[in-house]
């Protein structure tokens, strides 16, 4: 199972190791396996409490991933999903502003970095999860939306090389989003979204300077 690593990634963060009461949904495809940076980010986040006992997630875009760990880092979930078309780790100045059909196809990014997202309302979408409300990235569940876009389709492969599709959002399918996303994230949590081209260095300091040994302090 690809969750097998969060366990031990808690156990080595000095976290209890009791069975989780919650069984982990894992929507992985079969094989696909979990970066060593995703293992390492997990063991640090509760190491150093970086999310402060909120529930988190990691989400990575190069394998299309979106991880979810509870308050005292045990894996809750894992299943692929879809991110923004464009490659980059910023989000262009106003996007925040601008109707889907506005944006540029060169400013459909999902932004890289730490987020601290919540439930809240929307213009047009009702109450949505936002990861980051300020360039109006949300995370909901795949909708049949443009027929063109297969984005169904495009979850489901094995392969994460079609899964940019989106105007910046992140999509996972709705089994994952009712089971996992939403119970988890029902009062707020942390979103780590490690980077396109960016170092993780500049995505994530503190980490890289434990990754190191340094301190953080």
Not at 3 to 8: G, P, S
Not at 129 to 157: F, I, Q
Request: charged residues 20%.
């Amino acid at each position: 199972m690809a969750l097998a690593f969060a366990t031990a990634g808690g156990a080595r963060a000095g976290e209890n190791d009791a069975a989780p009461s919650v069984v982990a949904l894992d929507q992985l495809p079969p094989g696909q396996k979990v970066s060593g940076t995703v293992i390492e980010l997990a063991g640090w986040v509760v190491a150093s409490k970086d999310s402060q006992g909120y529930p988190f997630a990691i989400i990575d875009k190069a394998a299309a991933q979106v991880l979810v760990f509870d308050g005292k880092g045990r894996a809750r979930g894992a299943a692929p999903a879809l991110f923004g078309s464009a490659i980059g780790d910023h989000s262009a100045p106003g996007i925040a502003g601008l109707a889907l059909r506005e944006i540029p196809g060169r400013d459909r990014t999902t932004p890289a970095g730490r987020f601290i997202g919540g439930f809240g309302p929307s213009i047009d979408a009702g109450r949505v999860l936002w990861v980051d409300y300020d360039s109006a990235v949300s995370m909901h569940p795949t909708a049949t939306g443009v027929p063109a876009e297969r984005r169904a389709e495009r979850l489901a492969s094995p392969s994460p090389d079609d899964n940019r599709v989106t105007h910046g959002c992140i999509n996972v399918s709705p089994e994952f989003y009712e089971q996992v996303i939403r119970p988890a994230f029902e009062r707020g949590g942390v979103f780590y979204i490690l980077p396109d081209k960016a170092l993780i260095a500049e995505t994530f300091p503190a980490f890289a300077q434990a990754r190191k040994g340094g301190s953080d302090d």
